[in-house]
């Protein structure tokens, strides 16, 4: 089967988008491509938690006419495509109210596309009374075998391993979206390559409260909600009057530290993916720290460093396809494991 993934993430930093094809377990990047977000739609979504109905529905349709577009251009009409899947951008994420909210507008994707489009993956998994996150670790079981942690660095940190009563999985704790709040303080997006955090200076009061949270000594299965990192964590960054070098090495101790105390094994590989992986400030402070339990990181392509997140979304829709399960029970904490996502058919074509 071939699949195209589509994944914007809580960074809000493009619309990636992967065309896989999947044989059984084998699979192979056909295409990749990442699609920017218009200044205006970024800031929409960005504030997609405030605003009202009617505002929610406008954004929604600009978001998915975007999306249908892109799709257009990047659509390779010589494969014979099986289905498209689409993560959507989270509004909110409740378990203890059974919810997950991805703005995107699926029927309108597959009427555009002509294409069966898959959709709002999370939710079965809530209802059996999981987290319904994170999806990452079926891609990692099945796609990616062969390390002891897999970390992608997104707005949010997330790590998977496999323990003797199966796979675990959870957030760990803000991260690029941490970064990413204090660069644009300085008028860009992104520290690249961590060059200013480089020149900061660790302030131990700020490191103590954003170390200070519950949550970070729950056992899992968890997850984070994006609306407590900007009602809460980022507020709490805001009140430290600290030069952003500070702030932002700050932030980089804060999350190899959690990192780190995450890890329980003294020697393996950790395979790591996503945007964080590009700053070479923060991982040269992961590597000192999990060199420490001889825990060596294993960085792959810049392909997988980009793309992994819109593959998995496109392996997930596979799965749905199959009506195979694409979330794992032991790593959500849902009753059993659940066949996630809502398939749009595409319109019959009734010309004669």
């Known amino acids: 089967m071939i699949a195209i993934g ?63 577009e ?27 109210l059974d919810t997950s909210w991805q703005l995107v507008n699926g029927a309108y994707l597959a009427a555009t ?36 942690y897999y970390l992608n660095l997104g707005g949010i940190a997330n790590i998977s391993y496999r323990s003797p009563q199966g796979w675990v999985a959870y957030d760990l704790c803000p991260c690029n979206q941490l970064l990413n709040h204090i660069s644009r303080l300085t008028g860009q997006e992104y520290d690249k390559d961590g060059q200013t955090a480089a020149q900061g200076k660790i302030h131990q009061a700020l490191l103590q409260q954003l170390k200070s949270h519950p949550y970070y000594n729950q056992a899992p299965p968890k997850s984070i909600d994006n609306n407590w990192i900007r009602s809460t964590i980022i507020p709490e960054l805001d009140k430290f009057p600290l030069s952003p070098a500070d702030s932002l090495r700050t932030i980089v101790e804060f999350v190899t530290e959690v990192i780190a105390n995450n890890v ?9 993916t996503g ?71 595409p319109p019959i074509n009734t010309d004669t």
């Not at 799709?71 to 378990?95: A, E, M, S």
């Not at 590597?287 to 997140?309: F, M, R, T």
Request: glycine fraction near 8%; charged fraction near 20%; hydrophobic fraction near 40%.
């Open 264 to 272: 329980s094994i003294t020697a393996g590989k950790m395979f790591i």
């Open 70 to 96: 892109s799709l257009h251009k990047f659509i390779d009409p010589t494969h014979d495509l099986d289905c498209i899947g689409v993560h959507g951008h989270t509004i909110c994420h409740f378990p203890e």
């Open 113 to 148: 596309t002509a294409r069966p489009v898959i959709c709002d993956f999370r939710n079965q998994d809530l209802a059996l009374g999981g987290q319904g996150t994170p999806m990452a670790v079926i891609a990692d079981r099945d796609l990616f075998s062969g390390y002891d």
């Open 6 to 68: 589509v994944m914007s993430g809580s960074s809000l930093d493009g619309l990636d988008m992967a065309m896989v094809k999947f044989e059984g377990k084998n699979w192979e990047l056909i295409a990749s491509e990442t699609f920017s977000l218009p200044s205006e739609l970024k800031a929409l979504l960005s504030d997609s938690p405030n605003q009202t109905a009617l505002e929610l529905v406008k954004t929604r349709s600009q978001f998915s006419k975007l999306i249908s």
């Open 275 to 345: 945007g964080g992986t590009k700053n070479k400030f923060f991982i040269e402070k992961l590597e000192e720290k999990l060199a420490l339990q001889n825990v060596e990181l294993v960085i792959p392509s810049e392909a997988l460093i980009d793309y992994k997140e819109a593959i998995l979304i496109a392996y997930c829709s596979v799965l749905r396809i199959k009506k195979q399960p694409n979330f794992i029970s032991s790593v959500t904490g849902a009753s059993h494991d659940t066949i996630g996502g809502c398939l749009y058919l």
